[in-house]
Every structure is written in C-alpha cells, then in structure tokens.
C-alpha cells in the first residue's frame, strides 16, 4: 500500500513510502536536507515498523522536538495503522 504523511515541524514537508505488512519500502521525502534524505530510505529501506520505530522515534533535529528521522517512525506508525483500519 502507497502512504503519504505530511510532516509536522520539519524542513521536509511530505513523506511517501510502501507498507506491505510490516515492511516498508520505497520511502521518500520532500523537501529537508538532500544528502540525509537520500541516505535515511536507503538505510531502512526493508525494515520494520518496529525497527524503524526503536531506531529514529525521539531523534530531535537543532532546536527543534522532532526531525525527519522521527517523522518518519510517526509515518511508518500511521501507515502501519491506515493499512489495518485503526
């Protein structure tokens, strides 16, 4: 299943990505930091929900109370959801 998740508090303003299961592939982000966004989906690209989730949930960019890293653990969550009809 295709997800999109629009990003709260980061310069990313999306992020699309492919749930089957609890696998998530293909993610992509709009907009934020080239070089991390390029390498983040590269790096979980097969992981988890859970995996994603214990790895970058919490992570805080600058001044800020998230990051794209953890707004991806929130989107992988959502989607998660979305697909079982929580």
Same mark, same amino acid.
């Given at each position: 299943m295709n997800y999109v998740y629009k990003t709260k508090g980061t310069c990313s303003t999306? =992020? !699309?990505? &492919? =749930?089957?299961g609890d696998r =998530?592939? &293909?993610?992509?982000?709009t907009g934020g930091c080239n070089g991390n966004l390029k390498a983040v989906p590269a790096?979980?690209?097969?992981?988890?929900?859970?995996? $994603?989730? !214990?790895?970058? @949930?919490? $992570?805080?960019?600058?001044?800020?109370?998230?990051?794209? @890293?953890d707004q991806l653990a929130r989107a992988c969550r959502a989607a998660y959801e979305a697909q079982k009809g929580i």
């Open positions: 999306e =992020i !699309s990505l &492919n =749930i089957e =998530i592939t &293909n993610v992509s982000f790096l979980v690209d097969g992981m988890t929900v859970e995996e $994603i989730e !214990s790895k970058l @949930a919490g $992570i805080t960019c600058g001044w800020k109370q998230t990051s794209c @890293a």
